[in-house]
């Protein structure tokens, strides 16, 4: 996917006037690439956010003034706080040379092993791999319907188009079925009638007799 993006240099750096960028509604940015000079940007916020939502290895066409980058959004700084973007780095790239990307690992389909009661458990979200840029899959989907109770998939498993090469260690597990842990049933911690701990019965009934007995007849009434 490929989309289109906005920006102006930026002439101050600094604390201070990356606040007042952000405030007027711009996020500070950067771009560089493979045999250029890093170069100061700033872009609208709205349109960043419109552009990053299109998914995290999407292709930005970057125009610069009268200049125009093919590019890659890397190193994304997000305040999730107030949920807005603080800085962004624009990496130029050449559509005619490979490059390295992480692709998220989707799961589709309703596991046989969770039917019978087990767990999907996720190891790898993502796997990296190496490719040109208009071949970049959006994701690695995993059919993980016919995995049962102790099945799994590592990375020597997955399945990508022809032109993407998997980089990610092929023994590296990716996703695994397996049997949830039986809760741990707790003791009460005193059946009824059973002597505290350190405590003898006979000496916790004297303490309780002395306790209940009689006023004592010393001066006693007359």
Known sequence: MEVKLNAEKRSEKGNGPAR?????????AVLYGRGMESVPL???ARELTHVLHQGSNVLIDLNVGKDKFLTLAKDINRDHI?????????LAIDKDQKITVNIPVT???????????GVLEHHMWEIEVECLPFDVPESVE???SDLGIGDNVHVSDLSV????????????LVLAV?????????????????AVEGETPAEGAAEGDSGSSAPSQEGGES
């Open 20 to 28: 007042r960028l952000r405030a007027s509604g711009r996020v500070p």
């Open 82 to 90: 107030k949920g807005r973007y603080v800085h962004v780095d624009f």
């Open 178 to 194: 397996i049997q949830p842990q039986a809760p741990i049933e707790v003791e009460e911690e005193a059946v009824e009638g059973e």
């Open 161 to 172: 188009a022809s032109g993407v090469e998997i980089l990610s260690d092929p023994e590296e």
């Open 142 to 144: 995993v059919d993980v």
């Open 42 to 44: 700033s872009v609208d």
């Open 107 to 117: 799961p589709v389909g309703s596991s046989r092993g969770v039917k019978e009661g």
